[in-house]
């Protein structure tokens, strides 16, 4: 039996909102705010051309935290990131794999030792985040209900553990919306 552990209590909550435009060979980026949407604290800015690149950008700072570089938008998916560690002083990389069922989408991250499980279950808007070996909740996202078209796509990402850095969830919400998550949401 595969028992699934979830914290009730999230450490930290943010409100991601997705650009309202995008500009030629760019594709969407998203504005990190707080979880009352008050202050933005980091901007994910997406481009592409010959292969997808994301850049994760500290807003207070203008500092560039983490980018992200691949392929992920078509049916080809190649993904590796790298996040910079202020303790060690020195960039960190790791990678997504996506590994495709009729029923779900999976994608792993491997990062500093740590291996991560994100599950997109058909039908679904909420996206689960899990440590792949202890099968403990991570991180939870899900598109919000927009009843006006025109008005942008946001979600709501709950963090529950720090094993790993914000920006690898940031990084999979990205992927998941650029890969459809929030289309058919009304």
């Given at each position: 039996?595969?028992?699934?552990?979830?914290?009730?209590?999230?450490?930290?909550?943010?409100?991601?909102?997705?650009?309202?435009?995008?500009?030629?060979?760019e594709?969407?980026?998203?504005?990190?705010f707080?979880?009352?949407?008050?202050?933005?604290?980091?901007?994910?800015?997406?481009?592409?051309?010959?292969?997808?690149?994301?850049?994760?950008?500290?807003?207070?700072?203008?500092?560039m935290?983490?980018?992200?570089?691949?392929?992920?938008?078509?049916?080809?998916?190649?993904?590796?990131?790298?996040?910079?560690?202020?303790?060690?002083?020195?960039?960190?990389?790791?990678v997504?794999?996506?590994?495709?069922?009729?029923?779900?989408?999976?994608y792993?991250?491997?990062?500093?030792?740590?291996?991560?499980?994100?599950?997109w279950?058909?039908?679904?808007?909420k996206?689960?985040?899990?440590h792949?070996k202890q099968?403990?909740?991570?991180?939870?996202?899900?598109?919000?209900t927009?009843?006006?078209?025109?008005?942008?796509?946001?979600?709501?990402?709950k963090?529950?553990?720090?094993?790993?850095p914000?920006?690898?969830y940031?990084?999979?919400?990205?992927?998941?919306?650029?890969?459809?998550?929030a289309?058919?949401i009304?």
């Amino acid at each position: 039996m595969i028992k699934c552990i979830e914290s009730k209590k999230a450490n930290r909550t943010y409100v991601v909102v997705r650009n309202a435009t995008k500009h030629r060979h760019e594709l969407f980026g998203f504005r990190i705010f707080d979880s009352k949407e008050k202050t933005c604290l980091y901007r994910l800015r997406a481009s592409s051309r010959d292969i997808d690149t994301v850049i994760l950008v500290d807003n207070p700072t203008k500092n560039m935290v983490a980018n992200l570089e691949g392929i992920w938008i078509d049916s080809t998916f190649n993904v590796t990131l790298s996040v910079y560690d202020y303790k060690l002083n020195k960039w960190i990389d790791g990678v997504i794999q996506r590994t495709s069922h009729f029923w779900a989408n999976d994608y792993t991250v491997e990062y500093n030792n740590e291996q991560l499980i994100a599950k997109w279950k058909l039908f679904s808007t909420k996206i689960k985040v899990y440590h792949k070996k202890q099968n403990e909740l991570l991180a939870q996202f899900r598109p919000r209900t927009r009843l006006l078209l025109w008005r942008p796509v946001k979600y709501d990402l709950k963090i529950y553990s720090n094993k790993v850095p914000d920006a690898i969830y940031f990084f999979l919400l990205l992927i998941f919306d650029h890969r459809g998550l929030a289309d058919n949401i009304q």
